[in-house]
């Protein structure tokens, strides 16, 4: 019954914000219903048998946060937009499609997802936080057991999305289908 | 002579232990009982020197790579990957290689025997070995100079290969390795 009422009003709100980029209409506060996309690319993202590497949700660099896109507020085609700016085909990253997740899934994993519009970042994207307890060097591993645990959060990320691929990466509109994200299972925390 | 050194030792051991540093404290004369250079076969050595081009590759990465302010791999560590690559013994697969966005490389192998992970810096390494049977077992170490580089590819790769690779379905719960004593 309040699902359908959301959805009606998320959309003046995704019409407004094209039109005038009104960011104060984006809730802060990620809902557990959202999706959030995780831009792929391969081949750099995935193994020889063409399955998703826990690679594609590595953090950023000097932070424990995975960058991602609030799907209900920007919209699926502004997300391919921002996908194919930061592709890299000299760096094997050519965009493929997008790892479908739903927050409420993600927190059951232990980890939590917030907003993160400021500055160099925009307004819908999100950080995934990483809990590793020990700070990342530059340029070098994380300790063995901090490291372990770091490949285990990826691969939880890895078991609660979908991947779904884009069936014409080269066109600039998104013409595949409703991005889902999988259905909720239980999920280990370790 | 045969000599057995566990490298999982709770009473000797820290959880993570690096493999060089264990061998030299348990072995004085640790040069003596180093590895031979593995020979690698004519399909090992092809999908080693697609490894190697895909390093290559990667070498290459500038500032930024990633769209998210990822860090170019080194120089240095690119080398130590090298090294690893080059060191990985026969009867071993070549592991799925891949840069990450804090300017390392990893490696990582999945075999019916388990998985194992290595992360290679600019100075130094880590992983873990998930045998299929047994705990966890956690490497790491130092790759500052050629020697900590030569005994560390060689003996993690050991260590990995025996676990991942050995003919014996079932693991053991405490891994060893075997070294003979030369014959002087």
């Not at chain 1, 085609?77 to 996908?83: E, S, T």
């Not at chain 1, 994993?109 to 020990?134: F, Q, T, W």
């Not at chain 2, 998985?115 to 992983?127: D, H, P, Q």
Request: aromatic content about 8%; hydrophobic content about 40%; charged content about 20%.
């Amino acid at each position: 019954m309040l699902r359908p009422v959301l959805v009606l009003l998320r959309i003046p709100s995704k019409l407004l914000n094209r039109l005038f980029n009104l960011c104060w209409l984006v809730p802060e506060y990620l809902s557990g219903d959202e999706r959030i996309l995780r831009a792929v690319y391969t081949p750099l993202y995935f193994d020889k048998n063409n399955k998703l590497k826990p690679t594609a949700f590595h953090p950023s660099p000097h932070t424990v946060d995975i960058s991602v896109m609030r799907c209900e507020y920007l919209g699926v085609q502004f997300c391919k937009q921002k996908a194919l700016a930061i592709e890299n085909p000299a760096a094997r990253k050519n965009y493929s499609g997008f790892a479908v997740l739903a927050v409420r899934a993600v927190r059951r994993c232990g980890l939590d997802v917030v907003d993160s519009r400021a500055k160099p970042n925009y307004c819908g994207h999100a950080d995934i936080k990483l809990v590793l307890g020990e700070a990342i060097d530059p340029q070098e591993p994380l300790s063995a057991i901090a490291g372990e645990r770091l490949l285990e959060l990826k691969k939880m990320l890895v078991g609660v999305s979908n991947y779904t691929p884009d069936p014409n990466p080269r066109d600039k509109e998104w013409r595949g289908g409703k991005l889902k994200p999988p259905k909720e299972q239980k999920v280990a925390v370790r | 002579m045969n000599r057995s050194i566990s490298i999982t030792d709770p009473l000797r051991n820290t959880p993570t232990t690096s493999i060089v540093e264990f061998a030299r404290h348990h072995f004085s004369p640790y040069d003596f009982f180093r590895l031979q250079t593995p020979v690698p076969s004519a399909n090992a050595s092809s999908a080693a020197v697609a490894a190697g081009a895909t390093l290559l590759q990667f070498s290459k990465l500038q500032a930024d790579w990633d769209g998210y302010g990822a860090l170019p791999l080194t120089s240095e560590s690119c080398a130590h990957a090298h090294h690893f690559l080059s060191a990985t013994p026969e009867g071993m697969v070549i592991p799925e290689i891949s840069p990450t966005a804090n300017g390392t490389i990893t490696f990582e192998w999945e075999s019916g025997g388990g998985e194992a992970y290595l992360e290679i810096g600019r100075t130094r390494y880590s992983g873990h070995i998930r045998p299929r049977h047994g705990r966890v077992i956690y490497l790491q170490g130092q790759l500052a100079d050629s020697l900590q580089e030569k005994l560390a590819s060689e003996q993690a790769l050991l260590v990995i290969k025996q676990l991942l690779y050995a003919s014996s379905g079932s693991g053991p719960s405490t891994h060893t390795i075997q070294i003979t004593q030369p014959a002087f």
